[in-house]
């Protein structure tokens, strides 16, 4: 069983900066992908950033690209997204999840990606 447990969210003005932090428990070794997902009222759920752990590869949202960073910290089992120049269109709840596999575009319209494992979300207002 894994469990995931985000923190770091709140309130900023627009072109501010916020760190979330999420941190894994329990049998995490073969989730082997990470990622953070959002939602926003009335939209649905997108994948915003994911990381690979077995290539070491991440990729990202077209819209948070060079301005969000996804990284881990596999000694703590933190997973983290730093959220640099953050507009009023980042404001969502951010959830972070992990899987057994990537898929190779998430980013794809239309694709449903739906990971075992949630966190129970952590909110980010931008204004």
């Known amino acids: 069983h894994v469990q995931l447990v985000e923190s770091g969210g709140g309130s900023v003005q627009a072109g501010g900066s916020l760190k979330l932090s999420c941190t894994a428990s329990?049998?995490?070794?073969?989730?082997?992908?990470l990622a953070w997902f959002r939602q926003a009222p009335g939209k649905e759920r997108e994948v915003v950033a994911h990381l690979d752990r077995v290539g070491r590869m991440s990729d990202y949202r077209d819209s948070v690209k060079a301005r969000f960073v996804i990284s881990e910290d596999s000694a703590k089992n933190t997973l983290f997204l730093q959220m640099n120049n953050l507009k009023p269109e980042d404001t969502a709840m951010y959830y972070c999840?992990?899987?057994?596999?990537?898929?190779?575009?998430?980013?794809?319209?239309?694709?449903?990606?739906?990971?075992?494992?949630w966190g129970q979300g952590t909110q980010v207002t931008v204004s």
């Open positions: 329990g049998n995490i070794g073969r989730m082997y992908c």
């Open positions: 999840a992990a899987n057994s596999w990537c898929p190779n575009n998430p980013y794809v319209v239309g694709y449903r990606w739906n990971p075992t494992h």
